[in-house]
């Protein structure tokens, strides 16, 4: 069994910055998937960005130059560095993982019915 716990969301004013974190436990392993997705009000959860086991990573065009992601294997943690944060950003923000071969990143980031793994989620809040 697997748990994927969130912290570090907010409410900022647009521009501010943001650092997420997900801690993992339970059954993980040396191979991975890990990410985050969002969901807004009224629309369908998005991939936002994923890294893998050999540090690879992948945003979605809307966060690029603006997030980073990044995994301690030490403390079996995921980031998300946010900054330059826009009001459209405000969602809850999801950290999602799969154990395995992570060959298709983007692939994973569009297809969020496929995630094993998911996260309660933490609330990001930008305001203008």
């Known amino acids: 069994q697997v748990q994927l716990v969130e912290s570090g969301g907010g409410s900022v004013q647009s521009g501010g910055s943001l650092r997420l974190s997900c801690v993992a436990s339970g059954d993980t392993y040396n191979r991975y998937c890990m990410g985050w997705f969002r969901q807004a009000p009224g629309k369908e959860r998005e991939g936002v960005a994923v890294i893998d086991d050999d540090s690879a990573s992948t945003y979605s065009d809307f966060v690029k130059g603006r997030f980073t992601i990044s995994h301690d294997n030490a403390k079996n943690t995921l980031y998300l560095q946010m900054n330059s944060l826009k009001p459209e950003d405000t969602a809850m923000y999801y950290c999602?993982?799969?154990?395995?071969?992570?060959?298709?990143?983007?692939?994973?980031?569009?297809?969020?019915?496929?995630?094993?793994?998911w996260g309660l989620g933490t609330q990001v809040t930008v305001s203008s």
């Open positions: 999602a993982a799969d154990w395995g071969s992570c060959r298709y990143r983007e692939w994973w980031l569009l297809h969020p019915v496929r995630v094993g793994h």
